[in-house]
Structure formats: C-alpha cells, structure tokens
C-alpha cells in the first residue's frame, strides 16, 4: 500500500505563500483522484483541492484563484502551493490519494498569523 508524508507547513504572515509536499512512497500515476483537504480549529474537514487522473481539477470557494495543486509523476509527489495566505487558511493539511486503496497522510499544520 502506498503511504504519503505531508510537509511544508509553518507559519506563514497574511499574504505570503506557502508549498505543501505530499510524497508518496510508490507510484501515484495511476491514482484516480490526488486530494488536499484541510481541519481548521473547531471545523470540520474540508476539501481543498483534487486533481483528477484526467488532470481536471476541483477548488474550494474559499481558495480558488489563490491555492494550485500539481504533481510531478517522476518524484511521485504532489504539490499545494498557497498564495495569498488568510488568517482563515489555518489548518491542518493533509493530502489524500485515491487508488487502489485510500491513503491519507498524517497532516501538516499550516498557521497564517501576523
């Protein structure tokens, strides 16, 4: 089973930027959906952002013109890049993959505070 490792997160001020990792220990080229969803304190989780095999994608209103998702297939690796960061961006981050099974990672905590 494949399993993925969250990293990049910290503590960002409101309107920088920050870039999620979600390395996967095998191959995700063939995964059918590649996932961030996101816990903010007291909330439930959220999606964020899915890439689809056919390389559609799906944003949350609250980010859509602000956060991207991309893979690189060679490093088996997906990328959440973060601009415009919010107060309201504060969450835990976790990366979700859908394959031949459904691997989720452990979640990095991402904090935008002045």
Same mark, same amino acid.
């Not at 969803?37 to 949350?60: D, F, H, I, M």
């Not at 990328?79 to 459904?102: F, I, K």
């Given at each position: ?35 961030? +969803? ?6 439930? @989780?959220?999606?964020?952002? @899915? ?7 799906? +944003? ?5 013109? @602000?956060?991207?998702? &991309? ?7 997906? +990328? ?19 394959? &031949? ?14």
């Amino acid at each position: 089973q494949v399993q993925v490792v969250e990293s990049g997160g910290g503590l960002a001020q409101p309107g920088g930027s920050l870039r999620l990792s979600c390395a996967a220990s095998g191959s995700i080229s063939n995964a059918y959906t590649m996932a961030w +969803y996101r816990q903010g304190p007291g909330k439930q @989780r959220e999606l964020v952002a @899915r890439l689809y095999r056919g390389g559609s994608t799906k +944003y949350a209103d609250s980010v859509l013109g @602000r956060f991207t998702i &991309s893979t690189d297939n060679a490093k088996n690796t997906i +990328y959440l890049q973060m601009n415009s960061l919010q107060p309201e961006d504060t969450a835990v981050y976790y990366c979700h993959v859908l394959a &031949s099974d459904e691997v989720w990672g452990q979640g990095t905590l991402v904090i935008v505070s002045s």
